[in-house]
């Protein structure tokens, strides 16, 4: 999707600071964090958001769960912990229109659940 920021960051029409690639997944830092780490994983297929997702696209929201480990665990997360963030849809306040989680960690993040 040619006006979507994250397919041309796919694309590498974009550039951003990539932490993990793989033939279904992408993660790389995201340029408002949140907190002191607050890595993007997506797709590389775009996806809109959950509702969009259809069977096909189970293997690559597998894969992204997983890449969030691997993100974690290389960030220096594995003890301290992370939380992993969906914003899907509108009132979620999901800005791109394309489905990605956040890695936040490198701080207590407290028991609230937005950060």
Avoid at 61 to 76: F, Q
């Amino acid at each position: 999707m040619n006006n979507c920021i994250f397919c041309q960051i796919v694309e590498g029409e974009v550039p951003a600071k990539k932490v993990f690639e793989s033939e279904e997944i992408l993660a790389f830092w995201d340029i408002n964090p949140v907190a002191p780490i607050d890595i993007l994983i997506i797709p590389k297929k775009h996806i809109g958001n959950l509702f969009d997702a259809k069977e096909e696209d189970l293997i690559a929201l597998g894969y992204l769960l997983m890449a969030a480990k691997e993100v974690a665990i290389s960030h220096g997360l594995l003890n301290s912990g992370f939380r992993l963030v969906i914003n899907n849809g509108k009132d979620a306040d999901q800005i791109i229109p394309h489905f990605h989680a956040h890695v936040l960690g490198g701080k207590n993040l407290g028991s609230k659940i937005i950060a």
